[in-house]
């Protein structure tokens, strides 16, 4: 089931005045008031739309919010769209591959990068930095497994209880 918008839940054109939406809620809620019809559930529901779309269109911020809304896909306009754009076309449409080839440019085809054609990556020498560097990340290897081992019990021998305090 499609759900209703507010100007249709009241029954008004969206066009419709501050005054005109205020009529058709009175006028609604009347007809659906839970106390003029106890014990029906689907007038009582309806009630309840009718008093949310009077809060939301009689409020003239919340009213334009609503009108910026983005729309569900309606058929009935989507076909009257589509009568209003093919009336106005100058040519009468036959047939579809017609239409593709008058409305849809060619496409080239993608280019696809020639790899061949690039240089090749030059690769750095090992040189005395990159020795370096190597010396000092096995120094500093060195060193977190002297921290490892004194924090959980290693080559010196004490280890650390249930709470974290050394034995």
């Known amino acids: 089931m499609k759900k209703q918008t507010h100007y249709e839940c009241l029954g008004v054109p969206e066009t419709a005045t501050a005054e005109d939406v205020k009529q058709a809620f009175r006028t609604q809620a009347k007809v659906h008031h839970p ?7 689907t007038s009582a529901e309806r009630f309840c739309e009718v008093k949310e779309a009077y809060e939301v ?3 003239p911020q919340r009213r334009a919010a609503y009108d910026r809304r983005p729309r569900e896909p309606n058929l009935e306009d989507m076909l009257r769209e589509w009568a209003r754009t093919h009336a106005a076309s100058p040519t009468p449409v036959t047939h579809a591959r017609e239409t593709a080839s008058r409305v849809v440019p060619p496409v080239s085809p993608p280019t696809v990068p020639n790899f061949a054609a690039s240089p090749p990556v030059q690769l750095r020498s090992a040189s005395t930095s990159n020795v370096g560097d190597a010396i000092a990340m096995g120094v500093a290897a060195m060193a977190f497994g002297a921290v490892l081992a004194a924090a959980f019990g290693g080559a010196s021998g004490q280890a650390r209880g249930p709470d974290g305090r050394f034995k």
């Open 35 to 41: 106390d003029h019809n106890p014990g029906d559930t």
């Open 57 to 59: 269109l009689s409020d």
